[in-house]
DNA sequence: GCTTGACCTCAAGTGAACTTGAAGTGGCAA
DNA sequence: TTGCCACTTCAAGTTCACTTGAGGTCAAGC
């Protein structure tokens, strides 16, 4: 069978190398063996790392991943958790269409002032009470 | 007129004190003078913050919102780059949305493995190439 | 007048997820 | 055999948004 060696994981996944060595660190994936220093990977560690950004995209953090996507060897995933997880989405998803509406709207009102404006403030309101109190956040790029 | 003191307004805006240090620091926000040692803030912070929130609700980091929202003095906003922002959100929702569907299929299929699902696979691929790429993330609750 | 304690400042710490740098190693081409 | 250089390790640095801690001040109540 044909091993990967570290560059060309991170190359086929896009992850770099010091954070696959990072996720190796922290038992997120492991490497199979060694040609002398350099590790090399089975080609199953791409699923993991797809696995991985998966968890992620979907607000996990990468302790969560651990413990949740990974309980001991091959990926066994519970199915209340990605329910829960849908749920939790589809909640995040609520609040960003509120924020989008109101936002739409702010760009569109003609009110001399947003403060002004009774549908942005009470958008401010929201923000302001927590009834949106999260938000949405991109990674850094990558 | 009334000032409200800082603990005050930590009180109103649900902001803790440290926090509102912090975003005077950084030019958020202003006080209008002292008593003593204490900070005296106008009754007009309260909006000032709700909009801090809002911004961070949209997804401005802290240095956005002081660049965007507040350009000088009084916030005066642009409405261009409020529906860029809500175009941005849109995106997010779409992304969020297809997560939610994958994650919700993956709990209710009956493939013994997720990674013999085909559409769990699907998902994965998207989460590898970065077609979802970016992530929901929660405040800290504060 | 004196104590109290909420406020002050400034520096350092936190946590997540990595990245960067310095110093070292070893497989492979010439 | 030599030398390259992509890889290795380990520690420290980075960013964001704050929080925490130590040591200090002062308006107000008794």
Known sequence: MKYLDIAEVAQRSGVPASA???YEEK???????RNGLRRLFDAEVLDRLALIALGRAAG??????????TPRGRPHID???????????????RRLSAMRDGLRHAAACSASSHLECPTFRRLLG??????IGKRAKKTPAR
């Open 27 to 33: 038992g997120l994936i492991a490497s199979v063996g």
């Open 79 to 93: 199915r209340q958790m990605l329910a829960d997880k849908a749920t939790e989405l589809d909640n995040t998803i």
């Open 20 to 22: 696959l060595r990072f």
């Open 126 to 131: 929201a923000a302001a009470s927590g009834a």
């Open 60 to 69: 996990f953090s990468l302790d969560e991943v651990a413990r949740v996507f």
